[in-house]
């Protein structure tokens, strides 16, 4: 098309308000508009785009057998009780009347609606297995939207649900996504997007793997093993072996340590290392209203995400203690011996496990005790994982201390679901022995318009957009120099036009009057795979700058070896992204 | 794909709550699952019929060069004041409160979003005209959802927005509209749709048509002239030359008329035509209070959409008023001569201009008033045109008495709609003169779920679907009797099947464990173009019988012609909706 038409004016600035590049360049070119906070137009650039990166992910859902539908956003409160999400997810869950006074909810996913819609389909086990899926708008009331795409309000997903009547026809399925998820990524030109072990969280699944594109931008923390490739979300990264610090006993020793409230500060005046102290971490739940103390040694910090899976608590419950006047808690010197637990949950992290001798809160203002040792002076206590793991840890797999921790982007997640909503809606089947059996179930998502933005993240530098060619809102830009000026840069630059899209490729023309400065800048926001410069420079000589992307440097060709080099260098770059 | 692997079950059964034809197929072939009132999912087939009538559109949008793009579905309460809508609309806006208790909106329309996501764009008169469209999710709760796709409250939408600097660039890009909506009418297989005269209501444009596809289960109501093809919806429909009954002049005369309320009444007691009679019909104002009185002759009846526009009222605030105590309206008895029009708006129809003697009630209980004269008696009255069009009507246009009113359903619409968004949100550009001016729209609407409903409603028998070949969910489909019994039919049905597929056809294969009945009504109800019924009683000659859609009778073809009966019969079919 003409780029005189197209809709989506550049910027010149950088966009004041964007911290990240993805959110940067697609406001900087033009690509999407704030409608409100975490809301947005997709504008004609984005549009192509996504619609491109939807056909890959439905090649790939078509291939492994999954059949499109598409189910409303809306839906009834009476559809989200019963599997008892209407009270348990929080307020990102959109909630309201409609004008019959109905309760209903905007859709953030559609376990249920799929659950619902499918209820009578799956009878006996003949027709198992099966999977539906669809591209369709969801909206989740996100307390901070942020950066641009990644994190917004409205948004389209592509989510999946499978149907199985065994957990390893379910593993086989999980199998199946897993390898489309690689290829879509790959398709989408971000082949290095990792996947990793998550949380199951509350949703009571039996496995999860998200995936992940490392990078600055991204607000999930991923443990990458450099040996042995072990990757998890920080949420679920786990290690067996905290060596101990403390390894021989002393006796047990109260020591006044006034106004000494902090570890830092107990540290310098003790003059020890801070894996020689228990800390205690103070929270409130808020359904029960019970406090949960979490003692753990205090060079680690409490895993809130596994904290929640141990007690069960849901995500908007967990908040840490205020200090109230008049409390048991004596804040700054809470320490396990002698602890009045009263309407309160304590919970011994594994780190404390093995310590022979530390230095915890003595549950009295300016003292702490000494030489606490976990064995002989604290014999009943359970210890379970909730602390985040350290670079300086043990991978669980390999046990070498190679860990990473970088943060990612979720571009993705595949999650073995289990039963909880087949079950709540009484969805069975006959089995082969005529028994009626409850189906299992797993699901998959992938975020289109935060899958956009990634691949920005991941291949854009601060000026250039550097779309891979199946993705690229067009093959080919012309930056016609002085189209508006020359009639025979104008005559030139059209042949060329008509005749790249003769050969079925989507070209822009930049036929504006502008600078050439502004049409390279725009250029490189438009982020074509190929661009071809008319220049008076060149044209008398009948040559044609060429740059392809991944070439550092742009080719001078002949008018008679336009299309061919054109040809070549499109065909080249579709290997490198399909290979 | 294998029919034993569809999700879509069909039902034995009509479905006892659809009352129209489509709602009844789009449920018993498995299309649709009702979620909510007015809210369905699309399983598989329906998925794919939407999704191929959307590249149709899609196609058609691009060819006039409108620009694709994607609007949020959630919008706030400050855009939808800005031209004043959160107000006037009706509860069909569905309003509620985010988490920040911010008054949002679920759009049923997105003019004001379209303005505000373009605001920057047409800086100057060179840019123009410009147009966008998306697909897209609406919400608009109807207080009364009905008849599966036709009227629902959440829906897919095409809808396009134009940007002008003048009435004539409108008016083309009307005419672009109107013939790429033909086309698209035309390739989804209902070639009889018509462009009707529409209403522009509170819109304050300039010029609308609706696209209106005539048959029983359509919920407007449409005049069509047989002699000269004027069409017009009937809240537009209007007749220059409403022939007086009356003619000559009379003596006014009280006469007694004791208990004599209604018009069949009066009729009969005094023996005279309908149209020797004036009514009047009473309405309320429910944003005045003020009560109306629209005085008609007694054959016709009020047209609310004509007298709604006149007065400027919103749909909702126009209601029949209903009989109060102590009024000083007499009810029964309301006439024109000696009213008390104390807080009530009077409107005089057209039908009643020429008359020359008239009845009417005497405002005064049990009397009426003959040989009511509208010019000697009521010298100062200005007529509006305020009725329903008849039958016995006269055309407007040629002025033949040969309309014909039939239902309707809306299948899209086109509107010339002025400045007032444009006007309302302060989009400016700069003319050729360099003055700031303000550019006009047009907009530009299909819905696609109703779109396919009206392509059943056009096309279905009871049983069958007959989908055109351009959106059938299927090209072909092989019905294999006895598939599971016999090895030589599985065999020769998977071959057949395979061979289909590599030529590039999208095949249904029946290899379900059913009778040929039950394989014979779904396939109806699958509606293929093209049914290959590969059955124990022709194998042994290698013969299959062959189903075209349009052709009255099966053909049975041999094997080695079957390829190519079936690409010509593609082919033709093609030809004939593309034609």
New interface residues.
């Given amino acids: 098309m003409l780029q ?6 550049t910027k010149k600035e950088w966009p004041s308000e964007a911290v990240i590049k993805s959110h940067g360049l697609l406001l900087k070119g033009g690509y999407i ?1 704030q ?2 906070s975490g ?6 650039l ?3 785009v ?2 491109k990166i939807e056909n890959i992910i439905r090649e790939e859902m078509n291939k492994i ?1 999954a ?10 409160r009476k ?1 989200w009780d019963i599997a008892g999400r209407y009270e348990s997810v929080g ?2 869950l ?1 909630r ?4 019959t006074d ?1 309760e ?1 909810v ?1 859709s953030m996913t559609h376990e249920e ?1 799929t659950v ?3 209820l ?2 799956g009878a006996t086990y ?2 198992y297995p ?1 999977t ?1 899926y669809q591209i369709q ?1 969801k ?1 989740r ?1 996100e ?1 901070r939207p942020r950066a641009g795409l990644i994190r917004v ?2 948004f ?1 997903m592509k989510d999946a649900y499978s149907f199985h009547t065994s957990k390893e026809s379910l593993d086989e399925e999980y199998d199946k996504f897993f390898n489309a998820y690689m290829n879509i990524y790959k398709r989408v030109g971000i082949p290095e997007v990792i996947p990793v072990y998550s949380d199951t969280g509350m949703m009571g699944g039996s496995g999860a793997h998200e995936y992940m594109l490392l990078c600055d931008a991204g607000e999930d923390k991923i443990v990458v093993c450099n040996n042995c490739n072990y990757s998890a979300n920080m949420e679920v990264a786990y290690t067996d072996d905290i060596e101990a610090f403390s390894k021989v006993e002393e006796n047990q020793e109260k020591i006044y340590t006034k106004d000494i409230t902090t570890i830092d500060e107990l540290q310098q005046t003790l003059n020890i290392d801070k894996r020689g102290i228990g800390k205690a971490v103070i929270y409130e739940r808020l359904d029960t209203n019970e406090t949960i103390i979490v003692f753990i040694r205090a060079d680690r910090d409490v895993n809130e995400t596994k904290l929640r899976n141990l007690l069960k608590i849901d995500d908007e419950d967990l908040v840490p203690k205020k200090q109230e006047e008049n409390s048991s808690i004596v804040y700054g010197f809470v320490g396990p011996i002698g602890i009045d637990a009263k309407n309160t949950t304590v919970v011994y992290d594994i780190s404390l496990k093995n310590e022979k001798s530390l230095v915890f809160g003595a549950n009295e203002k300016d003292y702490h005790i000494k030489g606490v040792s976990m064995s002989r002076d604290l014999k009943d206590v359970t210890y379970h994982d909730v602390s985040k793991i350290l670079e300086s840890d043990a991978c669980p797999i390999c046990n070498k201390h190679e860990l990473k921790i970088s943060n990612g982007i979720e571009v993705g997640n595949i999650f073995k679901l289990g039963s909880k909503y087949t079950k709540a809606f009484n969805m069975t089947y006959l089995d082969e022995n005529g028994k009626i059996s409850t189906p299992i179930m797993g699901c998959y998502g992938i975020g289109v318009g935060r899958l956009m933005a990634s691949i920005v993240e991941a291949r854009a530098t601060d000026k250039a957009m550097n779309w891979p060619v199946s993705i690229a809102p067009f093959d080919i830009h012309i930056c016609a120099i002085d189209y508006t000026k020359s009639q025979d840069i104008k005559e030139k630059a059209d042949e060329i036009y008509s005749k790249l899209q003769e050969l079925g490729y989507d070209v822009l023309l930049d036929d504006r009057n502008k600078s050439a400065g502004v049409k390279f800048a725009d250029s490189d926001l438009v982020g074509a795979p190929v661009r071809v410069v008319v220049s008076p420079r060149n044209i008398e000589s009948n040559m044609f700058e060429i740059k392809v992307q991944g070439k550092e440097e742009a080719t001078l060709v002949k008018e008679d070896e336009l299309y061919e080099y054109i040809k070549d260098s499109i065909n080249r770059l579709k290997e490198e992204v399909e290979a």
Avoid: C, H, W
């Fill in positions: 005189s038409k197209l809709i989506g004016d508009k409608m409100a809301i947005y137009t997709l504008m004609p984005a549009k192509k996504v619609a057998g059949q499109e539908i598409l189910m409303p956003l809306v839906a009834t559809l307020s990102e959109l309201f009347k409609d004008r109905t209903m905007l609606a619902f819609t499918l009578n389909e003949t027709k099966f539906v708008t909206f009331d307390a309000r409205e389209t």
